[in-house]
């Protein structure tokens, strides 16, 4: 069975700094791919990246980028230049075996302060 | 571009009562996901639904089952509510057969709660 953990329940930063959010995953799979998606209070689950496991590069989104380190079964999400509409609860998820399931971790409340 | 739509956008509803969630797929997608997110928790995947079938079943009773409609909407249904079902229902949509088909886009959800 695929897992996916978030250590950090809640972090913070401040405008224009850098954040770093962490997760880890476990799967039996060679080839797979993986998600993070921001929640902010409204509830609309938006999706920030996506990684493919064949692909060495890591993924970025204009200030959204991730390391993704394959053997470590790590994949964090860094947020540069951080902006107070980035507070959102922060989820990773990988998409299960059979393609049509994402499995998600608990989730990482992400905080702003100006 | 239309995204994913989903009714209504809060429910009330009382023990042993049953209902219906609706959910309208992003512009251009085939196929639907319900998950469950308890509150302060990831969801949890129900089912998906492509070609109007039930693809795959995540780890939930019976008593929630689901439809897919030829325009290729969605519904979930759940029968005798506990107290235990209240949750937001979460749609997400994807293009089954396409390279990026492994990414679902979420709709704004419905909160249910039971009493």
């Known amino acids: 069975a695929q897992t996916v953990t978030q250590s950090q329940p809640e972090m913070s930063v401040q405008e224009a700094e850098t954040v770093t959010l962490s997760c880890t995953y476990d799967?039996?799979?060679?080839?797979?791919?993986l998600f993070w998606y921001k929640q902010p209070p409204s509830r609309q689950m938006i999706l920030v990246i996506r990684?493919?496991?064949?692909?060495?590069q890591n993924a970025t989104e204009n200030r959204f980028s991730v390391n993704f380190q394959k053997a470590a079964k790590s994949f964090s999400l860094k947020i540069s230049d951080s902006q107070l509409g980035d507070a959102a609860m922060y989820f990773c998820?990988?998409?299960?075996?059979?393609?049509?399931?994402?499995?998600f971790g608990k989730g990482t409340t992400l905080s702003v302060s100006s | 571009d239309a995204g994913v739509t989903q009714s209504p956008t809060h429910l009330i509803k009382t023990r042993g009562q049953q209902v219906t969630l609706r959910c309208s797929p992003k512009?251009?997608?085939?196929?639907v996901s319900w998950y469950q997110q308890a509150l302060g928790q990831g969801p949890q995947f129900i089912f998906q639904?492509?070609?109007?079938?039930?693809?795959q079943r995540g780890n939930f009773p019976d008593r929630f089952s689901g439809h897919q409609f030829p325009n290729y909407s969605s519904e979930l249904n759940v029968n005798a509510l506990l107290l235990g079902d209240s949750a937001l229902y979460l749609c997400?949509?994807?293009?089954?057969?396409?390279?990026?088909?492994?990414?679902?886009?979420f709709g704004p959800g419905t909160r249910l709660l039971v009493l």
């Open positions: 799967t039996s799979e060679s080839d797979y791919y």
């Open positions: 998820a990988i998409l299960n075996q059979a393609g049509t399931a994402l499995i």
């Open positions: 997400a949509s994807s293009l089954a057969g396409d390279t990026y088909q492994e990414t679902q886009y």
């Open positions: 990684q493919e496991a064949y692909k060495q």
């Open positions: 512009s251009g997608h085939d196929t």
């Open positions: 639904y492509y070609e109007e079938e039930e693809r």
